[in-house]
Structure formats: structure tokens, C-alpha cells
């Protein structure tokens, strides 16, 4: 739905509550790419689209991917601008945060996770995943113990739940 017109997500709403209803989670509606392409390519306003969809789908919590200190943008953005995207992200009404960063770089997910719980959304961590967690071997950084490690350290940070996201 990256290109499709708010117009024609907003006359498919009714439809996909009907047809999902309460057996779904959440809807997905943003990455960086449906926020970008929302205002240069369809020239809309992203937070006016998702009031409009959360204005037509008022019962199943609304879900987005943040890039961690990127936002939804391509570049680390100041701490304000991170905390001030996702305080009107809730407002909106973005209730899940999946946040994530590529290379696991923690620093850069404490202040997705932090702005993102500062603003009342449920966090749900990402750790990014590649490799063999089976592999033993000494020079094999990417085991079982890396990757529990990064678990606990999204947790300590005040993430709800966590999500694995295969990065192959």
C-alpha cells in the first residue's frame, strides 16, 4: 500500500475490518518508505492519512516501524525530533512501535524505545538476525549469547516484547 492514495486505503477500511476483525494484532501503517513516499510521491499528508485510517478502523490497534534514532527518515535525527515524531505518532493514533536498527547498534535503539514509551506506545523491540546460532566456533560473534545479551539489554531499556526479524 507504499503508493496507494489515502482515498482509495480509507474505502478499502471497512473491508479489512470485516474480513480480519479481531483475529489480527495490529495493521501495519508506516516504514520510512509509506511515510516518504505519502508526501513526495502522493503528496499527502502522512499524519492526515492515519487519522483518517484510524478515524475508519477504530478497533485494531495501528502498528509502525521506527528505525530507531532514523525515525522514518535516512538519517539520525535529534533526540527532541525522535520524542516529538512519536508523541504525534500516539496522537494520530499509532499504538505499536516496532523499532529497530539493522546492525543491532543499541545506542541507537534506546532512543526509538525511549521516545517511543515516553509517548505511551507498546514497544516491540526488533533484533535483527542473520547467521547460524548453532555455529560454536570461537570467531562466530553472532551466537546464541550475542543475540540473548541484545535481548535482555531491549528489555532493560523498557521494551514490551520483542520480535526477531530475519535480515536474509
Not at 503508493?3 to 474505502?11: A, G, H, K, P
Amino acid at each position: 500500500a507504499t503508493r496507494m492514495r489515502t482515498e482509495d486505503i480509507v474505502n478499502a477500511a471497512p473491508a479489512t475490518t470485516a474480513a480480519l476483525g479481531d483475529r489480527v494484532f495490529s495493521l501495519e501503517m508506516w516504514g520510512g518508505a509509506t511515510f516518504d513516499v505519502s508526501m513526495r510521491f502522493l503528496k499527502e499528508c502522512p499524519w492526515d492519512r492515519l487519522e483518517a485510517l484510524r478515524a475508519a478502523v477504530p478497533d485494531v490497534p495501528f502498528q509502525m516501524l521506527l528505525r530507531g534514532a532514523n525515525a522514518v527518515g535516512y538519517t539520525s535525527y535529534p533526540d527532541n525530533v525522535v520524542y516529538a515524531f512519536c508523541e504525534q505518532a500516539v496522537k494520530s493514533g499509532i499504538d505499536i512501535f516496532r523499532v529497530f536498527d539493522s546492525l543491532n547498534y543499541i545506542e541507537n535503539m534506546e532512543l526509538g524505545i525511549k521516545a517511543a514509551n515516553a509517548a505511551g506506545g507498546f514497544v516491540e523491540s526488533a533484533i535483527c538476525y542473520t547467521g547460524d546460532v548453532t555455529d560454536t566456533s570461537s570467531d562466530n560473534k553472532y551466537n546464541l549469547d550475542y543475540y540473548v545479551d541484545y535481548a535482555r539489554q531491549l528489555v532493560e531499556l523498557g521494551t514490551h516484547g520483542l520480535a526477531v526479524k530475519d535480515m536474509a
